[in-house]
């Protein structure tokens, strides 16, 4: 351990030193820069497009592009943990936005202070206040945001609710009101998939219950997970649970959506990742191909996600690293990357025309909507959190008991510190 | 004498290097993994160079026995050993009727037996990707029916919620001593044609006493448990207690089909002459003599269930309860929410539950040679 300390050290003031002289001279950067994320597949064309910007601006570096597959990054999450605790850290690495890379990394010192770079580009204005403030601690700013997804969508085929005659449900009292109708016609009234997909149901059923400001209290710590609210919230995800597929732990989230675009299932509530798979994979159209409505309940509220970069301390190329930051965090490179990925960008500045209609009206809600974080995909909570948020919910699914399942949540929560 | 003293000592020089290793990174890392195991490594700044570490005994079991969070770990643990039951019971079975058939020298007898122990060459990422396909629940087994005109199969084989066997985590204690009284009386049974007498002395009677008293008087056991849990064998086990049957009856197969040639044919053809029936050689003669290879069966079959994690992995992902296995969740624990001490907990917890399946196996063979 010691030694692996020395030796960290070492690269350290070895970079710091190479660094050190080139930071005056700046431009002609050469070597290498060895980017780490888990966008391969559907995703793939998206980092290559941002790397095609890179290699223009900085032809002598050479880009190593270590992808580790794996949806949502379980894979590449435990590869780069083995990583940086080998004193081996990738130059940049992909990682959610908020405490998913503040409680990992950044309470371990293991993550550079990214503030200066932010006022040197300009940063500070271009993105909104509220973003930085989620991404950032009172220490400093951790890492570059790339894209910005929505979680709190309900998708649907306006075609087949036309059929069955139901509109789209605006909360959860008229989803409930429908949802017999649909399963007396054989109809799943609403798709689920595998054990994230419920966590991630979860969170907008919840922000449906309980309203923003008690969720942002909720993980602030100021509003306790067993209290009345708590419970009220896991009271109506028990109730919206009786009206899912029952086969939905077999199932892929690509599956569930499938459900509602062959009409075996009327809604879907996914992130916007799903626009992108309609549109790119399954060839259709937003607006008529796909409907969509923000899940019941949350209209006016964006529950937002974001992949963002950052610099690891004791990085062997530090300055292309701060280069490809530069690119990620640029309007060029931003509206490069989000239309291919099926998001939006998370400057202010973006140039719309480039976005299909969906990520259009997606981006003006972000304007004007109420931002909160999401929990599934590691904006609100830390991994310890989310970790044990995953079991949580596995016996809630078995059991059905919301009292249960809240107080667990309390006790999960004063563990992870919030 | 001076002969023999530098024969030893050239033994231990070369002993030296291989004990001193297995010191170190067997038996030194355990002791780590304990030692672990009793601090709160864990939550944010877990990962720092030098993360902080506080001594807190046995908190860490004590959470996952009785607290709330260990409810997911509880439900493992149960899943692993009625999985590790059947696993066995159906190994063994499949692989000793397999390995009897084969050894009536049937045609193509040695390519059948590639055949059937072919599966253990494949890693189980490998089966269990397979399985995973062969059990969706529209296709692959489930649609084999409709072949012969048949209606397709519903059943969830890997995400079916059923369980059976449920009991409350509660009465654990009375659980446990109904299966001990259990024990007892089917033993006495079994060894009554023998010996009456010792039978219901050491085994009828204390069985019947303790399934009795627990019976009367289990209200007053503690409870293990503040709130109702339940806890069974879920249905979705199956489809990988399946995939893992047909990985591993071959190998269990082969060990027997091994002592079946051992056995020499004078035996056979004597206890033939005797009216033996082939039945009856099997029952009486073959099995019996193969009691030392059932023995390294089970041993082997049991701590491969107890540590199964790469099939259940590919076959029902993580954040499964219904097929979830403590070693899977032991890895959750500590490289995704990166609370180490809690993971190591489970890691010794597992390493004990393993030991109680080998350390009797390896104090009878020492007991054995020293006899011998």
Redesign the interface.
């Known amino acids: ?1 010691k030694k692996a ?1 020395a030796k ?1 050290c070492l690269v350290l003031v070895a970079a710091m030193m190479i660094a050190a002289p080139q930071a005056v001279q700046a431009k002609e950067l050469s070597g290498d820069l060895e980017i780490f994320s888990w966008w391969a597949g559907d995703e793939g064309p998206a980092l290559d497009a941002l790397i095609k910007i890179y290699k223009e601006q900085n032809p002598n570096v050479k880009v190593i592009n270590a992808t580790v597959t794996g949806g949502s990054g ?1 894979n590449a ?2 590869v780069l ?1 083995t990583r ?2 080998g004193g081996e850290p990738p130059d940049s690495f992909q990682v959610h936005a908020g405490q998913e890379l ?4 950044v ?4 993550m550079e202070d990214l503030t200066p770079l932010f006022k040197e580009q300009g940063w500070m204005d271009v993105f909104p206040k509220g973003l930085i403030k989620l991404i950032g601690t009172d220490k400093g700013i951790w890492s570059v945001p790339v894209n910005i997804h929505r979680s709190n969508v309900m998708w649907y085929v306006p075609a087949n609710l036309k059929k069955w005659g139901v509109t789209a449900p605006k909360n959860w009292d008229e989803f409930f009101a429908v949802a017999p109708k649909l399963k007396a016609a054989g109809v799943t009234p609403l798709a689920l998939a ?3 997909t419920a966590n991630h149901l979860w969170e907008s059923v919840a922000l449906a219950s309980m309203g923003p400001d008690n969720w942002d209290a909720l993980w602030s710590g100021k509003l306790k997970f067993d209290s009345p609210e708590g419970v009220k919230a896991w009271e109506l995800m028990g109730k919206v649970l009786q009206y899912t597929n ?5 199932l892929s989230w690509q599956q569930a959506t499938d459900m509602v675009i062959e009409g075996r299932a009327a809604f879907n509530i996914m992130g916007d990742w799903a626009a992108g798979y309609m549109v790119t994979t399954k060839k259709l159209v937003p607006g008529k191909g796909f409907g969509y409505a923000a899940s019941p309940g949350t209209g006016g509220e964006f529950m937002f996600l974001a992949d963002s970069f950052g610099l690891p301390k004791g990085t062997k190329n530090r300055d292309n690293a701060i280069a490809w930051l530069k690119v990620l965090g640029s309007k060029e490179g931003s509206d490069a990357f989000n239309p291919i990925k099926g998001s939006i960008s998370a400057r202010t500045d973006s140039d719309l025309s480039k976005y299909n209609g969906y990520l259009q009206s997606t981006s003006a809600d972000f304007g004007k909507d109420r931002v909160v974080a999401s929990l599934a995909h590691g904006v609100a909570a ?3 959190f ?3 948020f ?6 809630f ?3 059905k008991n919301a009292k ?1 399942a809240a ?2 949540c309390a ?2 929560a004063q ?3 919030i | 004498m001076r002969e023999a003293t530098k024969d030893r000592l050239k033994a231990f020089l070369t002993l030296f290097p291989s004990m001193l290793l297995i010191a170190i990174f067997v038996y030194g890392f355990i002791g780590n993994t304990i030692w672990t195991s009793m601090t709160d490594w864990g939550g944010s700044g877990s990962l720092a160079i030098n993360p902080e570490k506080n001594f807190v005994g046995l908190a860490n079991y004590v959470e996952l026995f009785t607290g709330f969070l260990g409810g997911g770990f509880r439900q493992d643990l149960v899943n692993a050993v009625y999985y590790s039951v059947m696993l066995l019971a159906g190994a063994i079975g499949l692989g000793m009727f397999i390995a009897i058939l084969l050894d009536q020298k049937p045609k193509g007898e040695d390519v059948l037996r590639t055949i059937f122990l072919y599966p253990m060459a494949l890693s189980f990422i490998v089966s269990g990707t397979i399985w995973r396909w062969l059990l969706a629940p529209q296709g692959g087994v489930n649609i084999l029916p409709t072949y012969v005109g048949l209606e397709p199969l519903s059943f969830q084989w890997l995400s079916s919620q059923a369980a059976i066997l449920e009991f409350n985590w509660q009465n654990l204690f009375a659980v446990f001593l109904y299966i001990v009284s259990f024990l007892l009386i089917l033993v006495g049974l079994f060894s009554m044609k023998r010996n009456p007498l010792r039978a219901m002395k050491r085994w009828l009677g204390p069985g019947i006493g303790i399934g009795a008293a627990t019976w009367l008087f289990g209200g007053m056991l503690p409870e293990a448990l503040f709130m109702e849990e339940m806890h069974g064998f879920n249905m979705a086990t199956l489809g990988i207690i399946m995939a893992t049957i047909w990985q591993y009856s071959g190998y269990t197969m082969a060990l027997y089909l091994a002592g079946f040639n051992g056995i020499s044919q004078d035996l056979r053809d004597a206890s033939m002459l005797d009216g033996a029936s082939e039945m009856g050689y099997y029952r009486h003669i073959a099995i019996p003599m193969l009691k030392p290879i059932t023995i390294s069966a089970v041993i082997i079959l049991s701590h491969i269930s107890l540590k199964m994690f790469d099939l259940v992995f590919a076959m029902t992902g993580p954040d499964n309860a219904e097929t979830g296995h403590p070693a899977l969740n032991m890895y959750l624990t500590t490289f995704r929410a990166n609370d180490f001490a809690a993971g190591a907990a489970i890691a010794i917890v597992l390493f004990l539950v393993a030991a109680t399946f080998i350390v009797p196996y390896l104090v009878g063979q020492y007991r054995q040679r020293r006899r011998g």
């Open positions: 351990m300390f960290l379980v999450k435990a943990k940086m605790l503040i409680g990992t990394w309470k371990s010192d293991r595998q054990n994230w029952a086969d939905a732990s077999s830390n991994e310890t989310m970790g044990g995953g079991s949580v919910m596995e016996m699914l078995k059991t249960a107080m667990a006790q999960l563990k992870a510190g």
